[in-house]
């Protein structure tokens, strides 16, 4: 079951099967991907909060959630995959919004990855990374073979995938894989400290700077200095790159709209 609340132009959402650590079902994973598209389209959405509840915050996909599966015939396995863990990565990387994992426990496989698709990450003294695939004799899916190297680079991120270990929160941290630690206490508070900072932004100007940065990754110099300058062009359009340049040359604090 998922948790959806709404304030402040931040829409969280909460992952709430702490009995099974937030391992995903189909329907919980794919109600997941429509808030996510919601918040996206919706322009009174302005940010993105994801955290869960309990000691885990997913444990990947919930494989004790359905009958055992049939044997497959080739290609049921990567249709699965790909209509499944990698839409739900998608629709992190894609949603147009700022989103932000708050991790409050374990994080491992699907779930790990799901942490680490969002645009920032908090994590709680308590939280655990795991990239669980290599004890089950699997492949990492879930985008996580896309992600970590992008992260930390391919070394660091085969160690993990290699081994398996859990990474602590003051690890991950070290090794760039958060953007902060803080007392578990404190996780929500700060969570939405930043979410509310974020839905008072520029948040069309946010949702180009996503972008261009997501797809750097991805691009030579010639297309991401093109990507830049056309995405400039579109942002100049909307109010709120007026009111920023209205501000500075007023010497006042701009009044954002998300507009």
Known sequence: MLKHTFKNNVSWITL?????????????????????EDASADPDTRAVVLTATGRGFCTGADLRA????????????????????????????????????????????????LAYACD????????????????????????????????IGPQRAKELMFFGDALT?????????VNRVVPD????AT??????RLATGPTRSLAFTKQLVNASLDSDRATAFSAEAAAQEINMTTSDAT??????????TPDFTGR
Request: hydrophobic letters at 45%; a negative charge; aromatic letters at 4%.
């Open 169 to 177: 929160a003051a690890d991950a941290h070290h090794l760039g894989l």
């Open 243 to 252: 009111e920023g340049v209205t501000a500075f040359v007023e010497r006042r």
């Open 66 to 113: 359905g009958p055992p599966p049939n044997t497959p015939l080739p290609g049921d396995v990567s249709r699965v995959i790909r209509t499944g863990a990698q839409r739900l990565i998608t629709a992190v990387l894609d949603c147009e919004k700022p989103v932000i994992a708050a991790v409050n426990g374990t994080a491992a496989g699907l779930g790990a990855h």
């Open 185 to 188: 206490e404190e996780l929500e």
């Open 16 to 36: 709430n099967r702490p009995e099974a650590m937030n391992a995903l079902t189909p329907a919980q994973r794919d109600h997941l991907i429509h808030l996510l």
């Open 120 to 151: 920032l990450i908090l994590a709680a003294e308590s939280a655990r990374f795991i990239e669980v695939f290599a004890r089950r004799g699997l492949v990492p899916d879930g985008g996580g073979a896309y992600l970590l190297p992008r992260l």
């Open 191 to 196: 969570a939405r400290a930043w979410a509310e």
